[in-house]
């Protein structure tokens, strides 16, 4: 399923990311150009503006817990859906996240890398690692029925 170049690019972008910085810059994202994803984080406190999301430490907290959770993807390349299992079924049944969210936090990530690495995402490396972050949002939705 993936090439050389792919598995490549995807390990060559990841070793790239600040995972402290990206982490909660894409979730803030997230929380900000989709604000109806708020719901799910009524326990975090005050986010209901830009300012708010930008600067609550809970929000920066699960951002890197979400995008640390990224790295075992990259391990599993091969068996993305196995490894996200127990994570999607959470994610269904106790968190009751919607999976059409599990896309737009992928966007969110994707701008927030691209926003840091610059040139260094050009085209092909984008491509493929939205391919990747698909396979993760196809993984984190496998359980959902
Ligand atoms: Zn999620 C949680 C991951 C997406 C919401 N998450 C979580 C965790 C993890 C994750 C690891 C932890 C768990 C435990 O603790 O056990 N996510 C993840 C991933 C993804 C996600 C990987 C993709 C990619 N989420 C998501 C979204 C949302 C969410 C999109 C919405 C919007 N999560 C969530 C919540 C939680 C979680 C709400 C819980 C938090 C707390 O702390 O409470």
Known sequence: ????????????V???VNIDEV???????????YPWTERYFGRFGD????????????VAAHGKVVLKEL??????????RGAYAALSRLHYEKLQVDPDTFRLLADCI???IACKLKSALD???QATWQKFLSAVVE??????D
């Open 1 to 12: 399923k993936w090439t050389d170049k792919e598995r490549s690019t995807v390990q060559d």
């Open 14 to 16: 990841w070793g790239k």
């Open 23 to 33: 982490g909660p810059e894409a979730l803030a994202r997230v929380l900000i150009v």
């Open 47 to 58: 986010i209901f503006n830009a300012t708010a999301v930008l600067n609550n430490a809970k």
């Open 71 to 80: 790295d075992t993807a990259v391990k599993n390349m091969d068996n993305i």
């Open 110 to 112: 994707t701008i927030t």
């Open 123 to 125: 085209p092909q490396a």
């Open 139 to 144: 993984a984190m939705s496998s359980q959902y």
